[in-house]
């Protein structure tokens, strides 16, 4: 019932910023927990980012504490990672995903997930 349709992807580099977007279809947005993964090439997909329904609480991952921002607007049916001081370790395909709830869990069994958008850093 649920699409995420990523954008926002692109070159940069290092210690520049990217802002990206994930747009969710459906009127139920407000109740699912929303998160970010990345991967890079070669490697297994990460977790990055969640927010819980509300947007009241985030969970970040160590490698991204403090560099990236997630946030939501449940009236435009958004969720957004605002990433700065990006490092070439960043390089990876961004994906936007959502998870029936409330709360943000431990799990990375997400029930959809967007398409994905490429950010490369350049050094």
């Known amino acids: 019932q649920v699409q995420l349709v990523e954008s926002g992807g692109g070159l940069v580099q290092a210690g520049g910023s990217l802002r990206l977007s994930c747009a969710a279809s459906?009127?139920?947005?407000?109740?699912?927990?929303m998160a970010w993964f990345r991967q890079a090439p070669g490697k297994e997909r990460e977790f990055v980012s969640a927010?819980?329904?509300?947007?009241?609480?985030?969970k970040y991952a160590d490698s991204v504490k403090g560099r990236f921002t997630i946030s939501r607007d449940n009236v435009e049916n958004t969720v957004n990672l605002q990433m700065t001081s990006l490092k070439p370790e960043d390089t990876a395909v961004y994906y936007c995903a959502g998870r029936r709830g409330f709360e943000i869990v431990d799990v990375d069994d997400y029930n959809y997930w967007g398409q994905g958008t490429q950010v490369t850093v350049s050094s």
């Open positions: 927010i819980n329904w509300s947007g009241a609480r985030t």
């Open positions: 459906g009127p139920t947005f407000s109740s699912y927990v």
